[in-house]
């Protein structure tokens, strides 16, 4: 993806060449980010299907058919794409002017349903996926809570403070994911629909939202990176072999 940013910053530019090669400055950075999406999407759902369905998860299609689950987050979003190198672009105005930009290559339906029937859908979906989680585990604390209180006669134990601070860490880290890399992105797509419907495309202003917008949400996956303790086990193990390494290496310089 961001190999990808600085062909979607340029969308709003015109270029002046040929039509393939307009088709494909277009189409790629597009694929791009629809496959970003459904990775989005997909990892979302593993991990929803793994917390509500734990007795069953290893049955899900998602972990037998992992391959498939994979192709499928890369080919759907490439046959998206590619409608437009199909038929379904605007080429009759690019014969007018010979020049290229996003309006010959995309047409407003194929915005429209790419954004509604695709961007919002998967956007809500992943709120919802993550609402839900979020509700079980509050759920399940109470019911550890309660059996907590019980053993030590409704008096609130230091385990008890711990979940429910870890909980507490949790909720504002994915409210603030939301309000920091997605409402920019949700607030890119509709500025640029207004200016694309009333026909008030301003280069400069596109590639600044568009910066922002697609930027904020290609940071995601390393947020979530970051935060996936065991994706992070193979990084903070090698931090700490250099760390005693280093320890040991210091301490040896001294005695001698």
């Known amino acids: 993806m961001g190999i990808a940013l600085p062909f979607i910053s340029s969308l709003s530019l015109q270029h002046e060449v040929d039509f393939a090669s307009c088709l494909a400055l277009n189409i790629c950075p597009n694929f ?13 759902y593993e991990r929803y299907q793994c917390i509500i369905y734990p007795l069953h998860y290893q049955q899900k299609w998602v972990n037998r058919c992992f391959f498939l689950a994979l192709a499928s987050v890369w080919i759907l979003p490439l046959c998206f794409a590619s409608l437009p190198a199909f038929g379904w672009n605007d080429w009759k105005e690019y014969n007018k002017s010979e020049v290229c930009s996003y309006k010959v290559v995309f047409q407003n339906a194929f915005v429209y349903l790419e954004v509604y029937g695709i961007v919002i859908p998967a956007i809500l979906s992943i709120i919802y996926m993550t609402g839900r989680i979020m509700w079980v585990a509050r759920r399940q604390l109470k019911i550890i809570c309660k059996f907590h209180r019980a053993v030590k006669r409704d008096q609130p134990s230091e385990e008890e403070r711990k ?26 797509i509709h ?32 947020v979530l990176g970051i935060g996936n303790h065991q994706y992070m086990a193979p990084i903070r193990n090698i931090f700490y072999k250099l760390k005693d390494r280093c320890v040991k290496k210091k301490d040896t310089d001294i005695q001698l």
């Not at 409210?175 to 409402?183: E, G, K």
């Open 163 to 188: 979940m429910n601070l870890r909980y507490a860490k949790n909720l504002v880290s994915l409210t603030l994911i939301f309000i920091v890399f997605w409402v920019p992105y949700i607030v890119f």
């Open 32 to 44: 791009f980010f629809l496959s970003l999406l459904f990775n989005l999407v997909m990892v979302h």
């Open 191 to 222: 500025v640029s629909l207004d200016a694309m419907r009333n026909g008030k495309d301003d280069p400069r202003k596109q590639i600044i939202f568009s910066s922002v917008g697609v930027g904020s949400m290609a940071l995601i996956p390393l």
